[in-house]
């Protein structure tokens, strides 16, 4: 079922709740999944350097 994400607490959730059913086979018995940390840090890198881009971008904007 298709969720409709409101937060970036909520696509953090849900995408590391996604990358475990996906991938069962990256989770280790005692529930840890390193490779799904991994993807999820990463992810969030991402989206932190897009979220700092628009703010400039919209700084420099109003500048003008």
Same mark, same amino acid.
């Given at each position: 079922?298709?969720?409709?994400? +409101? *937060?970036?607490?909520? $696509? +953090?959730?849900?995408?590391? /709740?996604?990358?475990?059913? +996906?991938?069962? &086979?990256?989770? +280790? !018995?005692?529930?840890? !999944?390193? *490779?799904? /940390? !991994?993807?999820?840090?990463? $992810?969030? &890198? $991402?989206?932190?350097? $897009? *979220?700092?881009? &628009?703010?400039?971008?919209?700084? /420099?904007?109003?500048r003008d």
């Open positions: 079922m298709l969720q409709q994400v +409101q *937060t970036c607490a909520e $696509l +953090q959730k849900q995408i590391h /709740d996604d990358l475990r059913i +996906q991938h069962p &086979e990256w989770v +280790q !018995s005692n529930g840890e !999944s390193p *490779t799904c /940390d !991994s993807y999820e840090a990463r $992810l969030m &890198e $991402l989206l932190e350097g $897009l *979220t700092q881009r &628009e703010a400039n971008q919209s700084r /420099d904007c109003h």
